[in-house]
């Protein structure tokens, strides 16, 4: 038995279609239904209720063909797309590693600055230290020169 698309939304108003849903990569393809206590279900010109009728006019036949090509034109698009991804990634992670940047090891010149630095830190308390008994000096000079 044959149902057009008039008499399938008049007979069957409030149920809910069959949707089908393709994963990526044609992967992962499963059809969900309406819950299984309905007495029938029915997708276009297939009747599941009254056993597998399978008259399909030339309109619809049309259609599906359609439908089915640009799907399967679609799932290649996208197999197509995943390998170039595949080839774009693995070119971007070489140009990365050609690209490395060696940093030298600057912790024996580290080592040697702090060094230096220590050096100029006690050589300014000397210099501070000389300056210090000079100024004593003079101030003891001129107390001898007072007496």
């Known amino acids: 038995m044959s149902i057009t698309s008039r008499s399938?939304?008049?007979r069957?108003?409030?149920q809910k279609?069959?949707?089908v849903y393709g994963g990526a990569g044609g992967y992962g393809t499963r059809?969900?239904?309406p819950p299984i206590g309905h007495s029938y279900y029915s997708i276009g010109a297939l009747n599941l209720a009254d056993g597998l009728d399978l008259h399909v006019d030339a309109n619809e036949k049309a259609m599906l063909q359609n439908l089915n090509d640009r799907l399967a034109s679609y799932l290649e698009k996208v197999r197509k797309l995943e390998k170039e991804n595949e080839r774009?990634?693995?070119q971007i992670n070489e140009w990365y590693m050609s690209k490395t940047v060696i940093t030298h090891d600057?912790?024996?010149d580290l080592a040697t600055i702090a060094d230096l630095q220590d050096k100029i830190r006690a050589a300014s308390t000397s210099n501070a230290k000389?300056?210090?008994e000079i100024d004593n000096s003079k101030l003891?000079?001129?107390d001898f020169k007072m007496k």
């Open 8 to 10: 399938y939304s008049q």
């Open 12 to 14: 069957f108003v409030g």
């Open 17 to 19: 279609t069959m949707s």
């Open 31 to 33: 059809i969900s239904s």
């Open 88 to 90: 774009l990634d693995k």
């Open 106 to 108: 600057y912790s024996a």
């Open 130 to 132: 000389i300056y210090l």
């Open 140 to 142: 003891a000079a001129e």
